[in-house]
T-cell receptor
Framework: GNSVTQMEGPVTLSEEAFLTINCTYT??????LFWYVQYPGEGLQLLLK?????DKGSNKGFEATYRKETTSFHLEKGSVQVSDSAVYFC????????????FGTGTRLLVSP | GAGVSQSPSNKVTEKGKDVELRCDPI?????LYWYRQSLGQGLEFLIY????????KSGLPSDRFSAERTGGSVSTLTIQRTQQEDSAVYLC?????????????????FGPGTRLLVL
């Protein structure tokens, strides 16, 4: 079946540090890939997405590239801010048939000043 | 426009009681999803509605869980005879449609969730 694996957290960084949160997936065919973010006390928000191989999703300084050869969708940001502290979820969705989201376990990011 | 709304935001109940959780999707969205976020289980899919089609209930953990969607809009998730392991945040999401690849119509927009605590 489909699954998503994310790196364990928490990830603790100082402000302006470089961020990478690893995400790999297992799926048949060509799923769409997503990063969702959950800020403290808030609901899930879509951060970025990519729908086909080699696509790069980007938003708010975050980027992730759909790598089919390595079945990965790693999240990166060049310079994190305290306000980026949140839980980040990688997810996939099949583009045929039933299209539920399959989520990773989430990675908590803590950014200190 | 308004996003997905859910009520109540918090619910505390006693073991064995029934609870109803409500979701109001974004107006015009034909697809509606329920997920559950719990410690140790992460985010799990529960049930999905698409237009007038029969719902996909493949994610419901037991027959104590049921959901309906009236008039293609508001949805209610019902948990009967609640157990302590039902304690979780129940999330609702909606999207414009589910068919086809690419495009903003596929993006699922989430509500703030209902935090359920079963004592």
């Amino acid at each position: 079946g489909n699954s998503v694996t994310q790196m364990e957290g928490p990830v603790t960084l100082s402000e302006e540090a470089f961020l990478t949160i690893n995400c790999t997936y297992t799926a048949t065919g060509y799923p769409s890939l997503f990063w969702y973010v959950q800020y403290p006390g808030e609901g899930l928000q879509l951060l970025l997405k990519a729908t086909k191989a080699d696509d790069k999703g980007s938003n708010k300084g975050f980027e992730a590239t759909y790598r089919k050869e390595t079945t990965s969708f790693h999240l990166e940001k060049g310079s994190v801010q305290v306000s980026d502290s949140a839980v980040y979820f990688c997810a996939l969705r099949q583009n045929t048939g039933f299209q539920k989201l399959v989520f990773g376990t989430g990675t908590r990011l803590l950014v200190s000043p | 426009g308004a996003g997905v709304s859910q009520s109540p935001s918090n619910k505390v109940t006693e073991k064995g009681k029934d609870v109803e959780l409500r979701c109001d999707p974004i107006s015009g969205h034909t697809a509606l999803y329920w997920y559950r976020q719990s410690l140790g289980q992460g985010l799990e899919f529960l049930i999905y509605f698409q237009g007038n089609s029969a719902p996909d209930k493949s994610g419901l953990p037991s027959d104590r869980f049921s959901a309906e969607r009236t008039g293609g809009s508001v949805s209610t998730l019902t948990i009967q005879r609640t157990q302590q392991e039902d304690s979780a945040v129940y999330l609702c999401a909606s999207s414009l449609r589910t068919s086809g690849a690419g495009g903003s119509g596929e993006t699922q927009y989430f509500g703030p969730g209902t935090r359920l605590l079963v004592l």
